[in-house]
């Protein structure tokens, strides 16, 4: 199998090197926006450098995977779509509602496949959740609490591209939200601070946020994240039912200190960032992705998928601006 990788950023890189071990990718070839970046890439996996994104589409591969900066998702899938290629896309589809459903036509218009990177369904943790909900074992889910606290802000450049807090953030735990209780959420109530540095006012954006939001259930979830978490990348799930409750992403490296006299001892190696945390899920992503090509595998995240978290990012966004309730309905999905 011949794979295209554009991209050799942080993330891509990773990719790159995973896909590099993978046992069914027989070549790799990559591209990137900055050619020197992918030949270093390239040098050290032993992979092949294409001059630019086109040869990517025209030296012949099997599927397409592409990291590249979010503001080039959009087009690429589409390219890839209609060229007839598997294509696999970290998150986001695109930095817009409207960016994403141009794009989801483009592949539901071509019959394509395309896989979206939302890692922590397979993140052992928060697959034992999901399989815990669906037994009963909980009983009546009544709370659900999610997290995601970044250990420093990313480059101030980032920012405006990024999609703000909501979007690129918080949207891996609204896809895990949906995923894990196998519930929609039918209403949210969001809020923001911009009080850290002030390059997230610049880019109004916020450093800091909390959600509450309400399942087709009754059940309450509510979902925080920050920037600014200068004890560690700390990344986990509460699950509260009348039955019983569970944690996920409770650890030996949760950076995360008890002020109990008999409490559990600090981490003394607290997780650096999302490469290290969910390293093994990266790798597992992957390797659904390949055997979706060869047909041996379903799509885990179709796109889709993808749209539904990001329609609670859009609603998030928007109560945050006008101070009030949004109902999912309000945030068009076609």
């Known amino acids: 199998m011949r794979i295209g990788l554009i991209g050799t950023g942080r993330i891509g890189s990773f990719h790159a090197g995973v896909l590099s071990r993978h046992r069914e990718a027989g070549a790799l070839l990559v591209a990137d926006a900055d050619a020197a970046r992918a030949v270093a890439v390239a040098d ?7 001059p630019s994104v086109d040869e990517i589409f025209s030296w012949g591969v099997d599927a397409v995977v ?5 503001s080039a998702h959009g087009e690429l899938i589409g390219r890839a779509a209609r060229a007839g290629l598997p294509t696999f896309c970290e998150k986001p589809i695109a930095v817009d509602l409207a960016g994403t459903l141009t794009a989801l036509r483009e592949v539901e218009a071509a019959d394509g496949i395309l896989q979206l990177g939302f890692m922590r369904r397979f993140d052992a943790g928060y697959r034992a959740a999901r399989e815990l909900v669906a037994s009963g074992r909980l009983g009546r889910l009544h709370t659900v609490r999610a997290m995601t606290s970044d250990p420093e802000p990313p480059p101030a450049a980032y920012l405006p591209l990024s999609g703000g807090l ?8 609204f896809d895990i939200l949906r995923w894990v209780t196998g519930r929609e959420v039918t209403e949210v ?3 923001g601070s911009d009080g850290g540095p002030a390059m997230f006012r610049e880019a109004g954006d916020v450093d800091t946020a909390a959600a509450l939001l309400t399942l087709d259930d009754g059940t309450l979830a509510t979902a925080t994240a920050t920037r600014c978490n200068g004890a560690g990348y700390d990344v986990r799930m509460e ?5 019983d409750q569970v944690s996920v992403g409770l650890d030996d490296r949760t950076p995360i200190t008890s002020t109990e006299p008999q409490g559990p001892p600090a981490a003394t190696k607290p997780w650096p960032g999302f490469l290290e945390r969910f390293a093994p899920a990266y790798e597992a992503e992957l390797d659904a992705f390949v055997r979706l090509v060869r047909g041996e595998g379903p799509n885990p995240c179709d796109g889709r998928e993808a749209l539904h978290a990001l329609r609670i990012a859009e609603a998030c966004e928007l109560s945050r601006r006008e101070h009030r309730p949004v109902r999912l309905a309000e945030i068009p999905d076609a």
Do not use: F, P, W
């Open 239 to 243: 699950l509260a039912g009348e039955l």
């Open 66 to 70: 592409i990291t590249s900066a979010t």
């Open 189 to 191: 109530y969001a809020t």
């Open 166 to 173: 909501y979007r690129d953030c918080l949207v891996h735990d």
């Open 44 to 50: 050290r996996l032993g992979a092949t450098a294409a």
